[in-house]
């Protein structure tokens, strides 16, 4: 039987270690936002016989304000700029035909700026509440938790950092992968911090569930005990449940299409992270409490 329990200073010190750096980026960097929250157009168009350099100078003629030009392969151009009309973007258009009779747009996105504002309040208030109707599910679920020394606020409040420990360590993730390479974040971010607090929380509660069990039939078996084996019991079934999932989400990153790859990559890790906190975070966090009411 692995001594997980009793391990938990130096589990505590690695998820340390790893979201020190992402809230560090998060708080001096910040996340590199989409269109989807700050507004804007992006245009993808191929122009076989520019430059990025030229297509830059081209836009300064017809575009106000600021613009970025990325290139890609075979010609390709990804166009970030402002909120432009249904009259400036056929404008740019123009140009880019004068610059290069081959001009071929691929696809065009705009989002006009009050809507790009609302949408990042409403993602912000869609997380915090998920949030704590997780916490407000869980302390309702283990009421009737009769036995052992932990009351069921505690479970809910442990499942609570825990899932913060995963809401950071994905933003973390981004923030730098923002920094360093240009990745932006927009709703699809959203979606998949969602569905990782949901994976995430799924987890807990089948440790809990366990830990509450072996309560019920331990006797006067030490609590960290109680614990330490009810971890052992569902550590094989979290990680299986876990490797299959993102087997199937390594295989979407590497071969799915290029507007889900970043999608995929923030639910990889955040699963990876939630099957970690659910087992090495939240559990641990129940003995740290009971251990801190006894010194008390």
Request: charged share 15%; glycine share 6%; net charge positive.
């Amino acid at each position: 039987m692995y001594r997980i329990i009793q391990k938990r200073n130096y589990l505590f010190a690695l998820s340390f270690v790893l979201l020190v750096p992402g809230v560090i980026a998060t708080v001096v960097w910040g996340l590199r936002l989409g269109i989807d929250f700050t507004g804007g157009s992006v245009m993808s168009i191929r122009l076989p016989n520019a430059t990025a350099a030229a297509v830059a100078e081209e836009l300064k003629t017809v575009v106000a304000g600021e613009t970025t030009v990325q290139a890609s392969d075979h010609g390709m151009f990804v166009i970030r700029l402002p909120f432009l009309t249904s009259d400036q973007h056929q404008a740019v258009l123009d140009r880019f035909s004068q610059l290069d009779a081959q001009a071929e747009q691929q696809s065009f996105e705009t989002v006009g700026p009050t809507i790009g504002r609302e949408l990042k309040q409403r993602a912000v208030v869609a997380v915090v509440l998920v949030l704590l109707a997780i916490i407000i599910y869980i302390t309702w679920a283990f009421r009737r938790v009769s036995t052992g020394p932990v009351p069921s606020w505690v479970y809910g409040l442990s499942a609570l950092f825990a899932l913060v420990h995963d809401v950071f360590m994905v933003i973390g993730a981004f923030a730098l992968l923002g920094h360093f390479f240009g990745i932006e974040v927009n709703a699809l971010f959203v979606t998949a911090l969602l569905t990782v607090l949901g994976f995430s929380v799924h987890d807990t509660i089948v440790v809990f569930d366990r830990v509450r069990e072996r309560l019920r039939t331990s006797g006067a078996q030490a609590f960290t005990d109680v614990v330490n084996e009810s971890l052992n019991q569902t550590l094989v079934r979290s990680i299986n449940t876990s490797l299959t999932t993102v087997l199937v989400l390594v295989a979407l990153f590497l071969f799915g299409g290029a507007s889900i790859k970043f999608f995929v990559l923030a639910l990889i890790i955040g699963i990876i992270s939630g099957t970690y906190s659910s087992i090495f975070v939240a559990t641990p966090l129940l003995v740290v409490y009971d251990q801190w009411k006894h010194r008390k």
